[in-house]
């Protein structure tokens, strides 16, 4: 059903102050269209005709932690199976469409969310259209396109966890940081698990999420917008919204009681690492803001405190890293640190915890403060030079913070956070009963008497849903 | 991620536009064709010499209130002593951590304080400092990167305090098949010439770096005749060189000459190529490289170099096609082609698990060879060519793309209008073209292979497909010469 009087009744314009200073700097807004198709499919679209390309995104509201039971990293090989065919397209066409002719795809799988994009010609728009409208609807699926894509997938396992001497230490901080929720799968899965992947799954996967109403398409460059609109109801208003409900993890990750401590070890560890983590709120908390700007003022430069502390002073560590890692349904705030050459992981661990400690004791300086705005201001014009940046911070707003128009009002929310809050949100989150500690060190180093290390077993299978 | 560098398009859109207009008649079944194309403007630079001699580059594009300058030395870690592998890169890292007047936290927390950033550092024919900040303080920003450049104080403490840095890094680089397998690449290639050692320095190179090493090259090579300043962003080319001539104006040359370089790199050739294995055996996948010369960046083959490259890398190119679409061996393989001032080389690469490592060095050498012999249709030319220019045209969407481009073009002295040529001299290279340079340039029986990666796996089928395999234990791996093997005086 095109009925192009009622979709337009559900579309709104938002027309904020173009511009927000900060300091002597300007914040360009994000002008951006918003409406909804009557099967569900939300479209965001903002004209930008700084370059004749236009970017499309089209986030899917499932992501890694919706893996089905034992088949961890299943969402993710799934993202690689949506590049194969579907009723109308050849396997690889979709770079037919965009490569072939100067433009380029690629996809992303999160814990919450699975984005696909692609920046092209702007006189594309349309083709790209019908094609993102095919992936949607009508996607089909060959054992032996399956199977060669999951080894494809299971290169990049080994590529990006195998391979490099860090890659088991950062798999290890999803499997030991969370103790229900299925965050403690890393999206990446275990090659067991892909192994036991098949089409059947597949099928049912893209049935079960892959929907109107699961869907928001973005689109930013340069095009018209009654043009635009008139192709997104060609494309995307016949596509029917399923009766199935749809099913979404509801696991509250239990509070910590007290500290627990990992060792783990492997074959190629040159510098031997720590983490802490902390479990913390989601990414929607009246917090956030304040753990982000912690983690700035902690790591975001040499002039940051655990820089200056660890690697500068103390010359204890290699490198020093704090993150505020906030997802969905949870966040995690963690520390992740190298010791230099020599250097003991437990002073490490010592200074972390007295960087900590510090945070904790006293609010940050007015001058750090500033810094980290300042820090975070540049990070964000930084991150929307290109269509593709302005698309993926529209689209975090509308499907993971739960309103588009947070794309304008986030950098309010951060510049509002004052010395207190940092304090307050250390003192609450990053205590000695919510702390997990890994360390991660060479497989000679492993006691004789402990048992195999479970790292893989841990991370593959089902998680409690 | 899928993977793949990704890169960005067009006006390209004349043949695309050949590419697809014959399929589109359905409108459901069959994808709509393209509308007319928008059309493409690149950004103007504008520049002008200062009176000792740097040549100063703006270039205006005021979509974002940003601004990111660079200073590029025209000098890089070619000039590092023999035996002082790194002393180059140590010097550009040593600028920012301290100078006459403030300490190396005080510059952190100056330029930080701006919400910017500052890095240093060398590459091959060049050493660069790189400031990126909001717009309106480009003025502060280019004060510490003008005291950084001009005053650094290379203090004992931060001289050791980075020596230790670069050698923990280089322990990981050292653990990682990837990393390793391109530096023994560059000593397979280069041999024993000045691009053949490591960058950032061996483990053995970078304890024999003293303070006077680091001081000699930073007043031989950084000098106002030896520098290019290139800004880009918010800004007007008026306040860009009124900026330049504050910070850099009084910057003195030297009396004496800038040292000339000539690096000569022997040709690879047949009875040169060496298929080296490096056995690793906590390897967790294989690295395979194929690597040979090819050419430096003022040969006239540059585009028809550019365009064989694009036929044999990127996503649908013909590596990744053969190796990752069609096999699943890889989650990704590709090519580049490395032009500098005074050679060059190519070089394809992939990562596979070990049982494989044989299958895929087999392979690439195969696509290597076929891109001289066999096939190459029009169709196949147009669309890597469109992929090509795509990618050009995406890596100036931000100001500090811009001035990476502008700025290479200007530091191996290439008119920098060859951006508003660029796509008329790709688009002008022919199916011949590129197979005559790649019989010439890209001779598959003259390309070495380096495979790093627990030889036990691939070892016994990689002798079955090559003979002269040597394999040298990475325990005994030697970066400081090209012989690559430890000679181990036992006694």
Redesign the interface.
């Known amino acids: 059903m095109k009925r192009l009087t009622l979709l337009l009744i559900s579309s709104v314009f938002i027309t904020a102050a173009v511009c927000a200073a900060y300091g002597q700097t300007k914040m360009p807004q994000v002008k951006f269209r918003d409406r909804t198709l009557p099967n569900g499919l939300r479209v965001l679209s903002v004209i930008d005709k700084s370059s004749p390309t236009v970017t499309i995104n089209v986030w899917y509201h499932v992501g890694s932690k919706d893996d089905p039971d034992h088949r961890s990293g299943f969402a993710h090989l799934f993202e690689h199976i949506m590049f194969k065919s579907t009723k109308n397209m050849k396997a690889e066409m979709m770079d037919r469409l965009t490569e072939d002719v100067g433009g380029n795809n690629n996809a992303t799988t999160q814990d919450d969310a699975t984005i696909y994009y692609e920046t092209i010609p702007a006189n594309y728009l349309e083709t790209l259209l019908w094609a993102e409208a095919e992936r949607l609807a009508s996607l089909t699926v060959d054992d032996e396109n399956f199977k060669s894509e999951r080894a494809v997938v299971e290169e990049e396992f080994r590529q990006s966890i195998l391979a490099p001497p860090n890659g088991r230490f950062f798999y290890a901080m999803d499997v030991r940081s969370w103790n229900a929720h299925p965050y403690k799968r890393p999206g990446i899965g275990s090659i067991e698990d892909l192994d036991a992947a098949t089409v059947d799954d597949v099928i049912k996967f893209h049935n079960t999420y892959y929907r109107p109403d699961n869907a928001t398409l973005i689109v930013v460059g340069d095009f018209d917008q009654k043009q635009l609109d008139t192709w997104v109801d060609k494309y995307f208003a016949s596509i029917a919204k399923p009766n199935l409900p749809l099913p979404r993890v509801n696991v509250t990750e239990p509070a910590r009681t007290g500290e627990k401590r990992f060792m783990e070890y492997a074959p190629n560890v040159p510098l031997k690492g720590v983490a802490l983590t902390f479990l913390a709120p989601s990414s929607k908390s009246d917090d956030a803001a304040a753990l982000r700007m912690a983690s700035v003022i902690l790591s975001q430069g040499r002039s940051s405190r655990l820089y200056q502390s660890l690697v500068y002073q103390q010359q204890l560590a290699a490198s020093a890293n704090a993150g505020a890692d906030l997802r969905e349904d949870a966040g995690m705030f963690t520390f992740t640190s190298f010791a230099a050459n020599g250097k003991k992981p437990e002073d490490v661990e010592a200074a972390l915890r007295a960087e900590i400690k510090k945070l904790q004791d006293a609010p940050v300086s007015a001058a750090e403060l500033e810094k980290a705005k300042n820090q975070i201001v540049t990070g964000q014009l930084r991150q929307r030079e290109t269509s593709l940046g302005k698309s993926n911070a529209l689209g975090r707003a509308a499907v993971l913070l739960g309103d588009p128009n947070r794309v304008n009002t986030e950098l309010d929310r951060l510049q509002s956070v004052t010395a207190a809050d940092i304090q307050r949100v250390a003192q609450k989150y990053l205590t000695d009963n919510n702390r997990y500690v890994i360390y991660y060190l060479p497989e000679s180093e492993r006691p004789k008497t402990s048992g195999r290390n479970t790292l893989t077993d841990a991370a593959k299978g089902g998680a409690s849903r | 991620?899928?993977?793949?560098a990704?890169?960005?398009?067009?006006?390209?859109?004349v043949l695309?536009l050949c590419?697809?207009s014959s399929v589109a008649q359905t409108?459901?079944?069959?994808?709509?064709?393209?509308?007319?194309?928008?059309?493409?403007v690149f950004p103007k630079p504008v520049e002008k010499n200062l009176p000792n001699g740097l040549r100063v580059i703006v270039i205006p594009r005021t979509?974002?209130?940003?601004v990111t300058a660079q200073l590029l030395i025209k000098s890089g870690g070619e000039v590092d002593p023999t035996d002082l592998s790194g002393a180059a890169d140590m010097t550009a890292s040593l600028l920012t951590r301290g100078t006459s007047t403030k300490s190396?936290?005080q510059i952190?927390?100056a330029?930080?304080?701006?919400?910017?950033?500052l890095n240093a550092g060398a590459g091959w024919d060049v050493s660069t400092i790189t400031t990126?900040?909001?717009?309106?303080?480009i003025g502060s920003a280019l004060e510490i990167m003008a005291d950084v450049a001009r005053n650094p104080n290379f203090k004992d403490e931060e001289i050791e305090?980075l020596r230790?840095?670069t050698?923990?890094?280089l322990?990981?680089a050292?653990?990682?098949?990837?990393s390793i397998a391109r530096f023994v690449a560059a000593r397979v290639v280069y041999r024993d010439s000045p691009y053949g050692h490591l960058l950032g320095g061996t483990p053995e190179s970078l304890p024999r770096i003293k303070r006077e090493d680091i001081v000699k090259i930073h007043s031989m090579y950084y000098r106002p005749d030896n520098a290019i300043l290139v800004i880009g962003g918010d800004i007007t080319p008026a306040n860009g060189f009124e900026l330049a001539q504050k910070y850099f104006g009084d910057w003195q040359n030297p009396p004496n000459a800038l040292p000339k370089l000539q690096i000569t790199t022997p040709d690879s050739t047949a009875s040169g190529r060496r298929i080296l294995v490096i056995d690793q055996p906590?390897?967790?996948?294989t690295?395979v490289l194929a690597v040979r010369t090819a050419i430096n960046r003022g040969n006239p083959d540059y585009f028809r170099g550019i365009v064989a490259n694009a036929i044999l890398s990127?996503?649908?190119g013909r590596l990744n096609w053969e190796i990752?679409?069609?096999?699943?061996?890889?989650?990704g393989a590709g090519s580049s082609l490395d032009t500098r001032r005074s050679a060059g080389s190519f070089m394809a690469s992939a990562?596979?698990?070990n049982v494989s490592g044989a299958e895929v060095a087999s392979l690439t050498l195969a696509e290597i060879s076929k891109l001289a012999t066999g096939e190459l249709l029009d169709s196949e030319l147009s669309?890597r060519k469109?992929?090509l220019?795509?990618?050009f045209?995406?890596s100036m969407?931000?100001?500090?793309g811009v001035v990476g481009q502008f700025g290479s073009l200007a530091m191996y002295g290439v008119p920098l209008d060859e951006i508003n040529s660029y796509i008329a001299s790709v688009q002008a290279i022919k199916a011949a073209d590129v197979k005559s340079f790649a019989a010439s340039r890209l001779n598959a029986d003259s390309t070495s292979v380096v495979i790093v990666g627990n030889a036990k796996d691939f070892l016994p089928d990689l002798q079955k497909r090559f003979s002269n395999v040597e394999v040298i234990s990475v325990a005994d791996l030697d970066l400081n010469s090209a012989g690559l093997k430890k000679t181990v005086s036992k006694n």
């Open positions: 991620m899928r993977n793949k990704a890169n960005w398009i067009l006006a390209i859109l695309a590419a697809m409108a459901q079944a069959t994808p709509p064709p393209p509308t007319a194309p928008h059309l493409t979509e974002m209130p940003l190396a936290t952190a927390e330029i930080e304080a701006l919400g910017g950033t990126g900040v909001m717009a309106p303080r305090r230790r840095q050698l923990g890094g322990r990981s050292l653990a990682t098949p990837g906590a390897a967790g996948q690295a990127g996503y649908s990752r679409v069609k096999r699943g061996l890889s989650y990562q596979t698990k669309t469109a992929s220019l795509g990618g045209a995406r969407e931000t100001t500090g």
